[in-house]
C-alpha cells in the first residue's frame, strides 16, 4: 500500500501543479466564500486551519478573515523532537509567524500560546486527496493522522481542497480517521455515516 500511495501522491501534486492559475484564483475565492458562510465557521468561538503553501488552497486569507471576525485562531505545528503535531493560538498573522526552512509557515516562538487538540470547534484539514467517505491521502508525515484522534468528538473536520482533488475511493488503514465534511470551490459535501451499507455517503452539496 505504501508504494502505491506514493504513486497517487505524485499524481495529485502533478494534478495541482498544472491547474492554471484563472482557475486557481477563481477557485481560491468561492472557497473563501463558502468557508466563510459556513453556519459553523460564523458560530466557532475557535477556529483551526492549515496555513497552505505552494499550491494548496489559500487559507492564508481564510485566517486572516477569522482573526477580523474575533475568533481564536489556531494552527498547527510539527514538534520534530517528538514528530507530533500540536496546536498553536495566535494573535497575529504577521507578527505570530514565520516561514521554516522549506517556506511554510509556522508560529514564531515566543508569540503564541499552546492550546489542545480539543480547543477549536471547526477545523480544515489539508490533503493532496479526498474521496467521497472522507478519507484522505495526506503527504505522508502522518501528521494529522496522529492528531485527528485527539479532537472533540462534537468539532466539525472539513477536508479543503480543490475539486480536482477530489476522487472515488482512497486506499486507507483501519486506524484512518475521515473527515466530517469535504470543501471545494463547488461547495459543502457532508459525509454520512450509513450503518446498512457499513461505509460513508455524501449528503447533497451546500452551496
Excluded at 131 to 157: H, S
Amino acid at each position: 500500500m505504501k508504494v502505491f500511495k506514493k504513486e497517487l501522491r505524485q499524481v495529485y501534486r502533478n494534478i495541482l501543479e498544472h491547474l492554471q492559475v484563472e482557475e486557481r484564483e477563481e477557485a481560491n475565492r468561492l472557497i473563501f466564500k463558502h468557508v466563510t458562510n459556513l453556519p459553523e465557521f460564523l458560530e466557532a468561538s475557535a477556529f483551526m486551519t492549515f496555513l497552505s503553501f505552494g499550491v494548496e488552497v489559500d487559507t492564508l486569507s481564510i485566517a486572516r478573515h477569522a482573526l477580523k471576525c474575533g475568533k481564536k485562531l489556531c494552527v498547527p505545528f510539527v514538534n520534530r523532537e517528538l514528530k507530533t503535531m500540536n496546536l498553536a493560538l495566535i494573535h497575529d498573522m504577521e507578527q505570530g509567524l514565520s516561514p521554516n526552512p522549506w517556506g511554510i509557515l509556522e508560529p514564531k516562538e515566543g508569540f503564541y500560546q499552546e492550546v489542545p487538540p480539543d480547543f477549536p470547534h471547526l477545523l480544515l484539514v489539508p490533503a493532496l486527496a479526498f474521496d467521497k467517505a472522507g478519507y484522505r491521502l495526506g503527504r505522508g508525515g502522518g501528521y494529522f493522522d496522529g492528531f485527528l484522534p485527539c479532537i472533540r468528538e462534537d468539532a466539525l473536520t472539513v477536508g479543503l481542497g480543490f475539486h480536482c482533488q477530489m476522487a472515488e475511493s482512497l486506499p486507507h488503514d483501519p486506524w484512518d480517521v475521515p473527515v466530517k465534511a469535504i470543501l471545494t470551490e463547488q461547495g459543502l459535501q457532508r459525509v454520512h455515516e450509513t450503518s446498512c451499507r457499513g461505509h460513508n455517503l455524501f449528503s447533497e452539496c451546500e452551496n
